[in-house]
């Protein structure tokens, strides 16, 4: 069996660099963190930026994605420790003959960038020998773990439905976790790159503040209101809130207050990337909530009681693993109230469509049995008189009866 090639990274646990480390697992790389490791099945090496890596974590690699970034204060020469940790790790990588490194800049990459993250990451980019050494400028990226800055946006979303910030107008280019992770693996194996620095973000842009709202509305079924900001004043409170809260400090504010927009469209076309729009982005988290609700109205209409979470977390695996992965067009009353889903319940066996209400209702029910709280629901009798069991059942038949017509016709929607 072939060995695939070898990727190092570094900042392989953050929040980009394990996500990346894993999928470059899915795309046959041999993967080696150069410090500490996403994963104990991740081998890894003892390094901190600015010192030298070990010679056996370097040799035979035939790629370096440089993710790691110190957020130390300057030296005692006011000299930035990620430019000289850079450069060192550089120099290591050209003896070792790395065919190809790969450095994470970002978009906001220029000399006169607002934020000092903007600069120093053009200040990197200049250290770097094209056509081997490769600046992948990256967008504000989503997706993935709650981690990073998308983490943080998650949180103030769901905060409050009226959220000041600033510079919610001004134009972003998002991109999704896993397109991110593709562009850089694309540019790690790429033969000839034609420019030194490529843009990895979204080629089309939306404001920041419809961005925050497809976020609220997709991912946490709410409505939000952005409220823009003037920058001054946003700093000055910024400044203030930092002492509580260090997450929330003028370098963020400065870094979303002053992304430019790039025309990265050839970059985009050249790696042969398909970047969707932040809708369709975030269609899997929508499809997944979606799948929850339905789980929990179907579970709670087979059991009588509110679903362990447990139980509804194997029937979302399933739905997304089995039953196509979508969840099905369940008006919001049956939703809401699960007991109406009498009124809707096909009559007979399935239909002639896959992934029917009759097939959901089935998948439920064989969840309730395997779980004892389900099984103690559904069949445990003991201590009911025999009377009571029968008039029950006789109940349940009338019931039946007489809701025959009803789901007759409202169940052929759902066949």
């Given amino acids: 069996m072939v060995a695939g090639p070898r990727l190092v990274i570094t900042g392989a646990a953050g929040y980009i660099g394990a996500a990346l480390a894993a999928a470059a697992r899915r795309d046959g790389w041999r993967v080696v963190a150069l410090g500490r490791s996403p994963d104990p099945t991740v081998p890894s090496h003892p390094w901190r930026l600015g010192e030298d890596p070990p010679a056996e974590a370097l040799a035979g690699a ?37 065919r190809r490194v790969v450095f994470a800049s970002s978009i906001s990459a220029r000399e006169d960038a607002l934020n000092a993250y903007g600069r120093l990451k053009w200040r990197v980019e200049q250290t770097l020998r094209a056509p081997v050494e490769l600046s992948a400028r990256i967008g504000l990226v989503y997706g993935g773990a709650d981690a990073g800055l998308w983490g943080l946006l998650c949180k103030l979303v769901r905060l409050t439905p009226i959220l000041p910030m600033v510079g919610g107008g001004r134009p972003i280019q998002p991109i999704r976790m896993d397109e991110l992770c593709d562009g850089l693996l694309r540019l790690a194996r790429m033969p000839a790159p034609t420019r030194a620095v490529y843009g ?8 920041f503040s419809a961005f925050l709202r ?14 823009s900001l003037p920058l001054g004043p946003v700093l000055a ?54 799948i929850l609700r339905e789980g929990r109205a179907l579970l709670r209409y087979v059991l009588g009681v509110s679903p362990p979470m447990g139980m509804l977390r194997h029937y979302v695996t399933g739905i997304e693993s089995y039953g196509g992965g979508r969840p099905l067009d369940l008006p919001a009353p049956l939703l809401t109230v699960p007991g109406l889903l009498r009124l809707a319940e096909p009559v007979g066996g399935k239909g002639e469509g ?3 209400l009759v097939e959901r209702l089935e998948m439920a029910m064989i969840l309730a049995e395997s779980q004892p709280v389900g099984a103690r629901r559904l069949y445990d009798y003991g201590g009911t008189p025999r009377w009571k069991s029968v008039l029950g059942l006789v109940g349940i038949g009338a019931i039946e009866a007489l809701l025959l017509p009803v789901r007759m016709v409202l169940g052929r929607r759902y066949r």
């Fill in 62 to 98: 035939d790629a370096v994605i440089h993710l790691a970034h110190q957020w130390a204060a300057p030296g005692a020469q006011g000299e930035d420790p990620n430019i000289p940790g850079t450069e060192r790790l550089l120099e290591a990588t050209r003896r070792h003959g790395v």
């Fill in 200 to 207: 990895l973000a979204s080629p089309t842009t939306i404001s």
């Fill in 214 to 227: 497809t976020v609220a509305r997709l991912r946490f079924h709410r409505p939000l209101m952005v409220i």
């Fill in 237 to 290: 409170a910024v400044d203030l809130v930092s002492r509580v809260v260090p997450a929330i400090n003028r370098e963020r504010v400065l870094g979303l207050a002053g992304l430019p927009v790039i025309d990265n469209a050839a970059d985009i076309a050249e790696l042969g990337l398909e970047i969707r729009s932040v809708v369709d982005g975030l269609a899997p988290f929508a499809r997944r909530k979606a």
């Fill in 354 to 356: 896959r992934h029917t």
